[in-house]
């Protein structure tokens, strides 16, 4: 799945992104509202982890989505 068809259906994925991701909260979910930048930049924060290991954790949420 592509990252505009996730943006998309954010309401129906943000589920799946918090099975992924506890430790955010549903007030990140809703700040990020589909925006991969601010999942990547909520990630990173969240688990004190680099962007690009950031960036590869979304890619690969990206790529498993069952949206």
Not at 15 to 41: M, P, S, Y
Not at 43 to 66: H, L, P
């Amino acid at each position: 799945m592509n990252w505009d068809q996730i943006e998309g259906k954010w309401k129906q994925v943000k589920g799946q992104a918090q099975q992924k991701w506890g430790d955010l909260t549903n007030d990140d979910l809703d700040r990020i509202d589909g925006q991969r930048e601010e999942l990547v930049g909520r990630v990173q924060e969240r688990y004190g982890i680099a962007k690009d290991e950031a960036e590869r954790q979304v890619k690969e949420f990206e790529t498993s989505c069952n949206c």
